[in-house]
Nanobody, 120 residues
Framework: QVQLVESGGSLVQPGGSLRLSCAAS????????MGWYRQAPGKQRELVAT???????NYADAVKGRFTISRDNAKNTVYLQMNSLKPEDTAAYYC??????????????WGQGTQVTVSS
């Protein structure tokens, strides 16, 4: 198991930037994939960005070119740098850790979320 704690959410103006952090309770180098998801009011939770243990990244089309996922293994922390923020980026952002149990089975752990609000 792993505990995840997000931070960095805030109110920001359109066009601004934020960096979210996700601190893990154990070594992230042992986690198969980590990522960020978001959920806006009345909508389903959606993938924002993921990074595998090998460093392969994946981004939602809506954030490509604006958001960057990264990690610091020494600090057991994953980051989400968000630039050129838009009002539609407003959501609760959740950190996720994924363990691959088998070829078809995964275990997921979630943080409590951090709120990002983009508004003038």
């Amino acid at each position: 198991q792993v505990q995840l704690v997000e931070s960095g959410g805030s109110l920001v103006q359109p066009g601004g930037s934020l960096r979210l952090s996700c601190a893990a309770s154990r070594s992230i180098s042992s986690i198969d994939a980590m990522g960020w998801y978001r959920q806006a009011p009345g909508k389903q939770r959606e993938l924002v960005a993921t990074m595998t243990r090998g460093g392969r990244t994946n981004y939602a089309d809506a954030v490509k070119g604006r958001f960057t996922i990264s990690r610091d293994n020494a600090k057991n922390t994953v980051y989400l740098q968000m630039n050129s923020l838009k009002p539609e980026d407003t959501a609760a952002y959740y950190c996720n850790a994924q363990y691959d149990i088998s070829a078809k089975t995964q275990a997921h752990y979630w943080g409590q979320g951090t709120q990002v609000t983009v508004s003038s």
